[in-house]
């Protein structure tokens, strides 16, 4: 693995990269989300599809529900 200076910005940045799921209950302001959907739809992808499904779910119970039929997986709910 290089271990040398990265003089790139965007190299920096990719090499950074995280997957957070520590989650919290705080609500995304409308414009914060449209923003985050746009970056998204603007991601490199495989062969150049840019296929994507965004589903924002707000009550608890449906959110609860979802992460029961996913296998019990706690970042969902």
């Given at each position: 693995m ?17 997957s ?6 705080a609500?995304?302001p409308?414009?914060m ?31 609860s ?13």
């Open positions: 290089y271990s040398g200076p990265v003089s790139s910005p965007v190299i920096a940045q990719q090499l950074a990269h995280r957070i799921r520590a989650f919290t209950s609500s995304i409308p414009e989300l449209d923003l985050l959907i746009q970056a998204g739809q603007s991601a490199a992808s495989s062969n150049f599809i840019q296929a994507y499904s965004v589903v924002r779910v707000i009550r608890t119970e449906s959110r529900a979802i992460a029961a039929l996913a296998g019990g997986q706690s970042w969902v709910e």
